[in-house]
């Protein structure tokens, strides 16, 4: 493996380990090149491993949108040392800031910025996905990257995986990572197919220049509005140059055919009518919107099969109400790294990894799929009840109940089970 590359990478973290695995031994396919397999492949190849990911996609690109970096996620990106790069590229919100539907009255504010630090020790921040992406992919050395080869399946031969790309492209890797996407075709390969399972809500988003919404005087927070049957969410992102929006409204169903990606202005307004003009003067000034369905899955089983493994929407793929998808396959690259890295045998690190990661993401996962119901509740009893919880402020985004989300060190492992400590590499 070369350290070279952009200047960033770190020593490997191998002193910490008691393990006879030699890193530059072992050859890692990631399949994926969104920000979880990136990330992944990132830390893997500072460790000393022997990665390169393979990516479907002519080009690596993401959606024009912003995603949310929470500290669990941050820690992540600062251990891989592109600490700099997002404190360049990120925006550093006040608060989250959850408000009512029609009135914008304050329901809970919890803050962001230095508390965050203080904390957690590593920021909040907010930022365009593709600036992240971009990120990842200058700190990979291009010969890692492969792109245009799509997965196609794979054999374990107990000692290696055998995979094999449409391409016509076939390779034999001691470890094989899917960070494919909600799609999976990995998981499909390793625990069959499973289609991931509409919820019932949808998304316009859209980024519109800040400029045009100066007269509203926006905070530097993440608001998030709650109202019956919807919620909207926006923040900005790119040193506050756009805002980003996410309106997420429930729908009976969804058939491709009848939506486009592409979305209307006016579908959007109409979907919030009655909301609070703050929203619709945000909606009325982008230039274009996009929409899409949201899917997830229930959390699996097993993520890892002998010498393969899952990572990110791949595996928990979830609701966006907690703003965590990505994170989570953020912490997954870090504490699969360190699983590797602590084995002496590679199933054996990867059942390690599934147990330490698999409860958590699932936690994860219900509490967002918790949060369609809570965000959307109709006025009414229920809400009001929702309401006087929040203004206690120890729920949703409070400081303390987001603390055993925020606090986590995904390179941090516990100490060994006896069973994931098998012979053999
Ligand atoms: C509206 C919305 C808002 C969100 N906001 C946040 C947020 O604020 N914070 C947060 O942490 N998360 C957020 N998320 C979740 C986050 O976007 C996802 O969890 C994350 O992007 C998933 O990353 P990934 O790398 O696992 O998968 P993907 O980004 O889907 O990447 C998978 C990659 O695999 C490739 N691929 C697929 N199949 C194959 C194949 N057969 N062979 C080779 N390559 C293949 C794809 O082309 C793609 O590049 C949000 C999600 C939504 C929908």
Redesign the pocket.
Known sequence: MSASGPGRLLPPPRARYDSHIEPERISVAV?????????AALSLLQAGFDVHV????AV???VG??????PN?SRVLHGLGLGDELARMGVRPLAFHQRRWDDGRTLLRAPLGDTMVEAFGFPHY?TH?ADLLATLVAALPRERLHVG????GLVDHGDRVEMA??NGTVADVDVLVG????????RSALFGPEDPVFTGCA?Y?GLVPAERLRHLELEVTAQIWMGPGAHF?HYFVQRRRLVNF?A?FEQESWTRESWTDRGEVAGALAAFEGWHPQLHEIVRAVDETFI?A?FDRPPLPRWSRGRATL????CH????FM????????EDGATLTACLLDADDVPGALRRYEALRLPRASRIQALSTENKTRFHLPDGPEQRERDARMAGGSTDFALKAVEWIYSHDAAALGPRQPSTAAVGR
């Open positions: 399949i994926g090149g969104g920000i979880g397999g990136l990330s393979y990516e479907r996609a690596l690109s993401e949108a912003g995603i949310q970096i929470s996620a907010q996905r080869h799509r997965f196609r790309f449409e960070a494919d996407g909600i799609h999976s075709d990995v998304a988003r969410v996410v997420i899409w949201l990572l990110g929407d791949a793929a979830m609701l966006p703003a965590q998808g990505a994170a989570q396959g953020l």
